[in-house]
């Protein structure tokens, strides 16, 4: 009714009433239009025009016409920067899976976008406890009547900085690049049965042109800088875990960066280091692919390393991959989640030259496969029930098999290792190295010629070694008097010196290419003169008993008198009885052993003799 009063009214009125009544609907729009998005909007206008005098109407319309044209030109930026983007730039990423990816970050917290950016991440300082780059707090040498308190020594280390998830920009070598950091929380299944959630992250590197060259350029220059850092360092890489391997993405994972060990401490005869060293110099040369290829021989070196337990298998090890700059790869085969198919995926994903490390394989369960031919012969009338007593024994074994793999239904076996290191499909190129404190107890399989190319005995600390012990633990290392290790010719020609006696105090001078010196030096207060050093360690190896005691045991007595020589050769008699009388007591106490205990059983009647 109202409406057709209103209807009326304005059908009636004269023609200026009509333009007066036009204008007020027309004046009136944006408040129609402002009540649609804003409800009750009159009703808060009406009162502020009755407590102000003021209608606001027209400050919203211009903020909401503000609103809008800044959300367009956002929009029609947004979309004119990708399709330049799609167009006219070009990117490249890199998943933090990836050694790039660290190579990238390390460049990147080095540059001023990480110092003028207004979006960063706070890291711990030192990431492992050989890293040296931001230098550690200089206390001078230590008081040995003062103990050292750790709890604030993190707080003196200055934090990282480096750039948060999102876009930062910057210029390199006159181009405009922008670097893109994104993080995807994804769900992967678990060993256990369950889901985890895991964080993948991924980097961006853009640049502006059509072709990605100088991203290229970038990312090269990013791994020099990264490796000529490390250029003195070993990379010591492990499986990664089973949720990475099941989800095929990286197979090893990065857990250490550790200074390169010199050759010339490991105890070894110089002889037997050089015939290695020379042998896996002549395999990694570029030349000796079509050489085998040629001869149809496959790409593939082994190495096994048999002794007591510290007389310096893994040490050896250590020192190859230090001395040829390769990466050294750990595989344990009594990893309870390491199977065949993992173990074939591990050496699948070698890198074309490494260092392959199987430590204690003796103790993997790859035991000697029992010989029919060993047993005793049986005569014939015993022979019903010889037969009868090996269908039990049969019988017996097939029940242990199976009750240890329901106990253990994971593992490896020897044929799945053998399938791995010299199958159809197996890696080439690398340098596998077996360690083992048991020799006998392998199989001839494992160890055949084709797989196991070189052994290598360490045998018990001699007097000489002993000396040179001695002579490494008290000489000073000081940047002009360290011995560093140096290219292989160098390393090789000392060794081959050594041999010959040209060298009494088993030191060279041998240099790397760039000068860095490997370890890093740390001085030493030296309470004999260094020309008594040799004398004294002449002394010293006279005092000790000859391949009775291992490397680690003499090196652990001098590590706990590393600055007083003179002390070490004066309490080295009374700790040679102690550590004799506990070796021959523990002989006596232990049971009989056979086989591949020979050895270990001649040195411990060597040691009932000298007890």
């Not at 407590?51 to 503000?66: E, N, P, Y």
């Not at 490991?266 to 290829?293: C, F, G, M």
Request: aromatic fraction near 10%.
């Amino acid at each position: 009714m109202a409406f057709i009063n209103t209807f009326r009214s304005l059908h009636s009125a004269s023609p200026l009433d009509a333009n007066s009544t036009a204008n007020a609907s027309i004046a009136q729009l944006p408040a129609n239009i402002l009540e649609a998005f804003i409800p009750g909007y009159s009703i808060i206008s009406k009162f502020l025009f009755e407590q102000l005098g003021f209608d606001i109407t027209l400050v919203v319309s211009i903020c909401f016409l503000a609103f809008g044209l800044v959300t367009s030109a956002r929009y029609m930026w947004a979309h004119a920067y990708d399709w330049f983007e799609t167009y006219f730039m070009s990117f490249i990423c890199i998943d933090s899976d990836d050694d790039i990816y660290d190579h990238i970050m390390a460049w990147i917290v080095e540059q001023q976008v990480s110092k003028h950016s207004r979006s960063l991440m706070a890291k711990t300082g030192r990431e492992n406890a050989w890293d040296t780059q931001d230098g550690d707090i200089d206390e001078g040498e230590p008081d040995p009547n003062i103990l050292l308190n750790f709890s604030n020594w993190d707080a003196k280390v200055p934090p990282r900085f480096q750039p948060y998830f999102g876009r930062h920009r910057f210029f390199h070598r006159g181009r405009y690049f922008v670097f893109s950091r994104e993080a995807k929380q994804m769900m992967y299944s678990s060993t256990w049965g369950g889901s985890v959630f895991q964080t993948d992250e991924t980097i961006k590197l853009t640049c502006v042109g059509r072709s990605a060259q100088p991203i290229k350029d970038l990312i090269r220059e990013c791994r020099d800088r990264y490796i000529g850092k490390e250029k003195a360092c070993t990379v010591v890489r492990r499986p990664a875990p089973k949720e990475t391997r099941s989800r095929g993405r990286s197979v090893w994972t990065k857990v250490a960066t550790r200074p390169s060990r010199p050759m010339e401490t490991v105890v070894l005869e110089h002889d037997q280091k050089a015939r290695v060293l020379a042998d896996i110099n002549e395999y990694l040369h570029p030349s000796t692919p079509t050489w085998y290829a040629r001869r149809g021989i496959p790409y593939r070196r082994g190495y096994l390393f048999e002794g007591a337990p510290g007389t310096g298998k893994s040490s050896l090890a250590w020192a190859i991959a230090g001395v040829f700059g390769l990466d050294i790869y750990c595989i344990s085969l009594v990893e309870p989640t390491l199977t065949e198919e993992d173990l074939g995926l591990l050496f699948a994903n070698l890198p074309r030259r490494c260092v392959v490390l199987l430590e204690d394989i003796d103790s993997a369960g790859l035991v000697k496969r029992q010989d029919p031919e060993e047993g005793e012969k049986v005569k014939e009338t015993e022979a019903p029930a010889h037969i009868g007593a090996e269908i039990a024994k049969a019988f017996k074994s097939v029940q242990e098999r199976n009750e240890k793999a329901k106990n253990n239904p994971q593992g490896i076996s020897l044929s799945g290792l053998l399938n791995s290191i010299d199958g159809v499909a197996s890696h080439e190129g690398r340098v596998l190295v077996m360690t083992t404190n048991f020799p006998d107890k392998l199989d001839e399989a494992l160890i055949r010629p084709g797989r196991v190319d070189m052994r290598v005995s360490f045998n018990l600390a001699t007097r000489s070694q002993m000396r040179e012990l001695f002579i490494r633990m008290y000489t000073s290392d000081s940047p002009k008097e360290v011995s560093e290790t140096g290219k292989t010719s160098s390393v090789l020609d000392g060794l081959r010196q050594r041999a010959n006696g040209e060298f009494a105090n088993g030191h060279s001078d041998t240099k790397l290419d760039n000068g860095i010196f490997t370890p890093p030096a740390s001085p030493r207060d030296i309470t004999a003169p260094v020309a008594e050093l040799a004398q004294i360690a002449a002394e010293f190896a006279q005092r000790l008993p000859e391949n009775v005691l291992t490397p680690a045991e003499i090196q652990g007595f001098l590590l706990t008198r590393k600055k007083e020589p003179l002390k070490a050769l004066n309490e080295v008699d009374d700790w040679k009885d102690k550590l004799l009388a506990a070796k021959a007591a523990k002989s006596k106490a232990a049971p009989a052993r056979s086989g591949s205990m020979n050895d270990q059983a001649k040195t411990e009647r060597k040691v009932d003799d000298l007890a």
